[in-house]
């Protein structure tokens, strides 16, 4: 066979010559677009050639600090397509993050959104490397600021030549982007893609048992770009001619629902904190979302009950998805087998909202002191994964060896795995509660409390005990203009748990923290709760 190489340049290529009239429905500062992919491919040319010109090579990291729209999507495709790096950074991490990110990665050129500016002021004294900062804005002049060697991306795009060409020398190994995991831990730490990996997953994307992504789909990836490469959709959906709703900065409920009515939106792709929103924002307005053929949720766990809402009352499919930064991060999905169709409604529900089977192409397995757990659904153990988009190493970082091993990703994550081979994640290894040497499962706590009609959302924790060693508290918070009682939640888990499972406390609070991607941030939400419950720290 030939040893054709997979890379990027190939998707662009594919898209100039066969979807020129597809088109791309932009949101930006200035309003909605809707620009054809023919002029998106003539514009990631002249990128190229504007990078090219700044005297980025091959190797350079780009960092990129933006919103989901049209002219982050060209950074997608330019900077790999001249062998460059592109390095999606996330504008929500602290200023020092920031700062330490940029360095890490080195970057030589940015490209910051207008509104994004005041982000890279304050922290201006702290990076070095950077030699030219590109202002991504609709408008013509450049606002007013206290950077250095900033650029116009439109002037800029304006003077180049559309016809500058892609690398040619790209080998499908070469890195072709970065990004750093937002970690609750310690400094973030830089996962790499390559080509290679990136174009293998694209094309586990279009399966019809993973995300059946295609030309007839109109795809709203609403997770942003700077995380995971927006679940990696902006790559498969310009490969595919699929056209693309990018919905740009700070996009509330009201605006999802609005684009997916009037863009006919079929997939739209996010966390859960963006479909609880978006739930709300239904029961609220009348919105038109029978476009939407499927919801692809993960980076948590989807609670069942949000399923059965979108399912049964709005009639919109939910896919619930698992996967990382470090695995691209399509691992598995949850969709039922063909002779599983005849299950009551419940059962199905049951199975649709477990993380799912691994997609084809990645092998995963259970592994419980260095044994591998058997299919039964009841044994838990670490999930390891692997496969040609898996990480293999953190970049430039000696702490790798912790996470991988063997020639395995170790997750953190604990599972079990049922018969079918679908796997349930039953919570991260630090998250898990040990009471009195039997383990409790904050996620299946979490899942029943979120069922609850009254109930916004609800994290668990462990607090020490010292008779247990840990005790279960429950965290929640409420639907607007909802009164409930503790006692009235602990009545409620009781049918569901064995007894001591029930929390100890159930906190009704305003807010629960979240991390700069929307998941509960359990290590500030224990302090917390360690405050008001004024215990001692065990350590
Ligand atoms: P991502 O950037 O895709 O959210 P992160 O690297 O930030 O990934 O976090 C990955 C972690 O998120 C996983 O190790 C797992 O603990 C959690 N996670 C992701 N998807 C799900 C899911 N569907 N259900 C439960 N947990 C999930």
Not at 160 to 167: F, K, M
Not at 362 to 369: A, F, H, Q, W
Not at 503 to 523: H, Q, Y
């Amino acid at each position: 066979m030939m040893q054709t190489q997979l890379t990027l340049t190939t998707m662009v290529r594919h898209a100039e010559k066969y979807f020129p009239n597809k088109t791309v429905i932009s949101r930006t500062l200035g309003g909605v677009q809707t620009i054809p992919y023919r002029k998106i491919t003539e514009r990631i040319h002249r990128l190229a050639g504007v990078l090219k010109n700044l005297g980025v090579k091959k190797g350079d990291k780009v960092g990129t600090i933006a919103w989901n729209h049209h002219r982050h999507l060209e950074a997608y495709f330019a900077i790999p397509s001249i062998g460059a790096v592109l390095h999606t950074i996330n504008l929500r991490v602290s200023p020092d993050d920031l700062a330490y990110i940029i360095n890490h990665a080195e970057d030589k050129v940015l490209l910051v959104d207008e509104d994004l500016f005041p982000l890279l002021e304050r922290i201006k004294d702290q990076i070095s490397n950077v030699e030219k900062i590109i202002m991504m804005t609709d408008k013509d002049d450049l606002p007013e600021t206290s950077l250095k060697n900033v650029a116009s991306y439109e002037s800029l795009l304006q003077e180049s030549d559309p016809d500058t060409a892609l690398s040619e020398d790209i080998n499908e190994n070469d890195m072709a982007g970065l990004c750093y995991t937002s970690g609750t831990t310690g400094r973030p730490k830089g996962v790499v893609y390559s080509h290679r990996g990136i174009y293998l997953h694209s094309l586990a994307l279009g399966l019809k048992d993973t995300a059946e992504l295609s030309e007839e789909d109109t795809a709203m990836p609403v997770v942003p770009m700077f995380h995971v490469n927006a679940w990696g959709i902006p790559f498969a959906a310009l490969w595919f001619g699929t056209t693309q709703v990018l919905p740009g900065p700070m996009p509330t409920p009201q605006i999802l629902a609005e684009l997916i009515e009037e863009h006919q939106v079929t997939i739209a792709a996010g966390v859960p904190t963006i479909w609880l929103g978006l739930l709300q924002a239904l029961e609220k307005g009348n919105y038109d979302t029978s476009s939407l053929r499927c919801i692809l949720c993960g980076g948590s766990a989807a609670p069942k009950g949000m399923i059965r809402a979108f399912e049964s009352k709005y009639k919109i499919p939910f896919v619930h998805a698992y996967g990382m930064t470090e695995t691209s991060p399509i691992v598995t999905l949850a969709r039922l087998k063909s002779y599983q169709r005849d299950l009551d409604e419940e059962e199905r529900l049951e199975l649709r909202a477990r993380q799912g089977m691994v997609v084809p192409g990645i092998e995963i397995k259970g592994v419980n002191e260095n044994r591998e757990i058997p299919h039964d659904g009841e044994a838990v153990g670490e999930l390891l994964v692997r496969g040609p988009w898996i990480a293999d190493s953190y970049y430039k970082n000696d702490r790798s060896e912790d996470s991988f091993r063997d020639g395995w990703l170790h997750t953190g994550d604990v599972v079990n795995i049922d018969e079918e081979g679908s796997v349930k994640i039953v919570d991260r290894t630090k998250d898990m509660i040990k009471s009195g040497g039997e383990w409790i499962s904050s996620a299946d706590l979490e899942n029943a409390l979120m069922a609850h009609e009254a109930v916004f959302e609800a994290a668990v924790i462990a607090v020490p005990d010292p008779k247990w060693q840990e005790r279960p508290v429950a965290c929640v918070v409420l639907k607007e203009n909802e009164k409930l009682t503790e006692e009235d939640m602990k009545q409620f888990l009781e049918p569901q748990f064995a007894k001591f499972w029930i929390p100890d406390r159930v906190l009704i609070m305003d807010e629960i923290p979240k991390t700069s991607v929307g998941k509960f941030l359990k290590r500030a939400l224990r302090d917390q709760v360690k405050e008001q419950l004024s215990l001692s720290d065990p350590s």
